[in-house]
């Protein structure tokens, strides 16, 4: 690990004039950082500390609207009885991320913004697409955990539980940077491979999420994972009902993966378990299994299909 300064920012302002310095990079809960680090993947000049700066930890019901802060812990999102009410689903992803120590100090803000698992692109050794090279070691290698959409390029998928869940509920983000403020819609955050297969996101240098905006919807999360006490999803998914249904699988591509035929089929009508098992095949439509990720398919379909019923009130 090379060395780096460590800035201890007063406010927001201070935090974003620190973070759009070249080679700068923010810490919230440190997790997922702290292990890039390790890794090598990252090798920051100056290390900026967000976990200290006030006002940026509110949980504020407004209306039909949920208003959270960007260092709102997984903890906190998995027990207040405010966040659980206005989107179960949230609570859930949230509840079942990682373990209670971690779930402590990892942050909303970094769960939404953490980098991809893959093992190549965390390996050292390996000079993926993602991190500027011209090849993909997973897609002819092991991919067991690998994407099933959108893995032509970077079978990658999207590590964050608590993007599925918000993807589901169309939540919103508040972005500030250099620039100014402004803001993007869940599904217009995230950064499909075609076109970036380097980012994730769109966040820009010195840029943080300052504030997630989670309509307050019938919801409902569901975690499919080897072992039960913590692990990585195997398969994952997140259901909002409404109007506008969402379908949204998780562990299953680059982003979070919207089923916009199940929604279409679930729309104006009682969730039961016929048509919950009719969606969840239709979500699956169209999937690309890769040569060591063929169960996951069968694995999702069951994920959508338990959120289905729980949403609906069913399960």
Same mark, same amino acid.
């Given at each position: 690990?090379?060395?780096?300064?460590w $800035?201890?920012p007063?406010?927001?302002?201070?935090?974003?004039?620190?973070?759009?310095?070249?080679?700068?990079?923010?810490?919230?809960?440190?997790?997922? $950082?702290?292990?890039? !680090?390790?890794? =090598?993947?990252?090798? #920051?000049?100056?290390l900026?500390n967000?976990r200290r700066?006030?006002?940026?930890?509110? $949980?504020?019901?407004?209306?039909g609207t949920?208003?959270l802060?960007?260092l709102?812990?997984?903890?906190?999102l @998995?027990?207040?009885?405010?966040?659980r009410?206005?989107a179960?689903?949230? @609570?859930d992803?949230?509840?079942?991320?990682?373990?209670?120590?971690?779930?402590?100090?990892?942050t909303?803000g970094?769960?939404i913004?953490q980098?991809?698992r893959?093992?190549?692109?965390?390996?050292?050794?390996f000079?993926?697409?993602?991190?500027?090279?011209?090849?993909c070691?997973?897609?002819?290698?092991?991919?067991?955990?690998h994407a099933?959409?959108?893995?032509?390029?970077?079978?990658?998928?999207?590590p964050?539980?608590?993007?599925t869940? !918000?993807?589901?509920?169309g939540a919103?983000?508040v972005?500030k940077g250099?620039?100014?403020?402004?803001?993007?819609g869940i599904?217009?955050?995230?950064?499909?491979?075609?076109?970036?297969?380097t980012?994730?996101n769109v966040?820009?240098?010195?840029?943080?999420i300052?504030e997630?905006?989670?309509?307050?919807?019938?919801?409902?999360? $569901?975690?499919?994972m080897?072992?039960?006490?913590?692990?990585? #999803?195997l398969?994952e998914?997140?259901?909002?009902?409404?109007?506008?249904?969402?379908?949204?699988?998780?562990?299953?591509a680059?982003?979070?993966?919207?089923?916009?035929?199940?929604e279409?089929?679930?729309k104006? =009508?009682?969730?039961d378990?016929?048509l919950?098992?009719?969606?969840?095949?239709?979500?699956?439509?169209?999937?690309?299994?890769?040569? =060591?990720?063929?169960?996951k398919?069968?694995?999702l379909?069951?994920?959508v299909?338990?959120?289905?019923?729980?949403?609906?009130?069913?399960?």
């Amino acid at each position: 690990m090379k060395a780096f300064v460590w $800035v201890e920012p007063e406010d927001l302002q201070g935090a974003i004039a620190a973070g759009a310095q070249p080679k700068a990079l923010f810490k919230a809960g440190g997790v997922d $950082v702290g292990d890039r !680090l390790k890794e =090598h993947l990252d090798e #920051p000049s100056t290390l900026v500390n967000l976990r200290r700066l006030n006002g940026l930890d509110f $949980v504020n019901p407004d209306g039909g609207t949920l208003r959270l802060g960007p260092l709102v812990t997984l903890a906190t999102l @998995a027990d207040d009885a405010r966040i659980r009410k206005a989107a179960p689903a949230l @609570a859930d992803a949230a509840a079942a991320a990682a373990t209670p120590q971690i779930r402590n100090v990892a942050t909303l803000g970094g769960n939404i913004a953490q980098r991809p698992r893959c093992w190549y692109f965390r390996k050292e050794d390996f000079h993926c697409r993602r991190k500027g090279g011209s090849e993909c070691f997973a897609i002819e290698g092991q991919n067991e955990m690998h994407a099933v959409f959108d893995n032509d390029l970077c079978p990658i998928v999207h590590p964050s539980g608590t993007a599925t869940a !918000l993807a589901a509920l169309g939540a919103s983000l508040v972005l500030k940077g250099p620039g100014g403020e402004r803001t993007v819609g869940i599904d217009d955050f995230f950064i499909r491979p075609e076109r970036d297969v380097t980012r994730e996101n769109v966040l820009q240098p010195g840029e943080l999420i300052v504030e997630v905006r989670v309509p307050s919807r019938a919801s409902a999360y $569901v975690k499919l994972m080897e072992k039960q006490s913590f692990d990585w #999803p195997l398969a994952e998914a997140a259901v909002a009902l409404g109007d506008e249904p969402r379908v949204v699988l998780g562990a299953a591509a680059p982003v979070p993966w919207r089923a916009p035929k199940a929604e279409a089929m679930i729309k104006g =009508h009682k969730i039961d378990e016929a048509l919950a098992a009719q969606a969840a095949k239709a979500a699956l439509e169209g999937a690309k299994p890769l040569q =060591h990720n063929g169960y996951k398919v069968p694995l999702l379909e069951a994920a959508v299909k338990r959120a289905l019923l729980a949403a609906g009130g069913a399960a």
